[in-house]
Nanobody
Framework: QVQLVESGGGSVQAGGSLRLSCTAS????????IGWFRQAPGKEREFVAG????????DYADSVKGRFTISRVNAANTVYLQMNNLKPEDTAVYYC????????????????????WGQGTQVTVSS
């Protein structure tokens, strides 16, 4: 089992920055791909960014490319999402998610492909 806990959310003005953290318990965290997803009110949950188990393979939604950076520190069981130049449309609850399979050197961007989810952290960007 893997338990995920997000932190770092908050309220910022447009153009500001936040860094989200996803800290996990469980032996397989460092061997699993991790993804960040978000869900705005009235909208479906969508992929934001993902990183494969080794940290070298990453993927981003087009809407955040060039602004968000995902990274991981396996020794700390933590994945980060650095968010710069935030826009009001980035407002959402952000979730991290993990798959149960290990040593897969790819990112899975579909919410339905994830096995474990955190409780989410709210990000609010005002104009």
């Amino acid at each position: 089992q893997v338990q995920l806990v997000e932190s770092g959310g908050g309220s910022v003005q447009a153009g500001g920055s936040l860094r989200l953290s996803c800290t996990a318990s469980g032996r397989t965290f460092s061997r699993s791909a991790i993804g960040w997803f978000r869900q705005a009110p009235g909208k479906e949950r969508e992929f934001v960014a993902g990183v494969a188990w080794g940290g070298r393979v990453t993927d981003y939604a087009d809407s955040v490319k060039g602004r968000f950076t995902i990274s991981r520190v396996n020794a700390a069981n933590t994945v980060y999402l650095q968010m710069n130049n935030l826009k009001p449309e980035d407002t959402a609850v952000y979730y991290c998610a993990s798959r149960a399979d290990t040593f897969v050197n790819s990112v899975h961007s579909h919410p339905g492909d994830q096995d474990y989810w955190g409780q989410g952290t709210q990000v609010t960007v005002s104009s």
